[in-house]
């Protein structure tokens, strides 16, 4: 009985986060989008932390995670903060660049 109850607790705490998950992915969309972004297919992240996004123009990123962390943001990467710039890319740096 006790098992029961349990499974059921965890398939509504996962079908609720699934929900805040296509929420994030939602409002980072539209953040993106006020920006002239264009994102592609949403990649879930090998840790199933989370899940990013590209810009099909210019290569600009954005991430939604599941961090239970108060400090940490659900929704970063350039894609929100920065507008589209086709070859987004080749004007940022890279770790190989800074660490020549």
């Not at 879930?44 to 961090?67: I, L, N, P």
């Given at each position: 009985?006790?098992l029961?109850?349990?499974?059921?607790?965890?398939?509504?705490?996962?079908?609720?986060?699934?929900?805040?998950?296509?929420?994030?992915?939602?409002?980072?969309?539209?953040?993106?989008?006020?920006?002239?972004?264009?994102l592609?297919?949403?990649?879930?992240?090998?840790?199933?932390?989370?899940?990013?996004?590209?810009?099909?123009?210019?290569?600009?990123?954005?991430?939604?995670?599941?961090?239970?962390?108060?400090?940490?943001?659900?929704?970063?990467?350039?894609?929100?903060?920065?507008?589209?710039?086709?070859?987004?890319?080749?004007?940022?740096?890279?770790?190989?660049?800074?660490?020549?």
């Amino acid at each position: 009985m006790e098992l029961l109850k349990a499974k059921k607790i965890l398939k509504r705490l996962e079908e609720a986060v699934k929900m805040v998950e296509a929420n994030l992915k939602q409002e980072a969309e539209k953040a993106a989008s006020s920006r002239h972004h264009s994102l592609g297919p949403w990649k879930d992240h090998a840790d199933q932390s989370g899940s990013v996004a590209e810009c099909s123009k210019c290569g600009a990123w954005v991430e939604v995670t599941d961090s239970s962390h108060p400090k940490d943001t659900d929704i970063n990467g350039p894609a929100i903060v920065i507008d589209c710039g086709y070859g987004w890319k080749s004007k940022t740096r890279t770790s190989r660049d800074i660490y020549r």
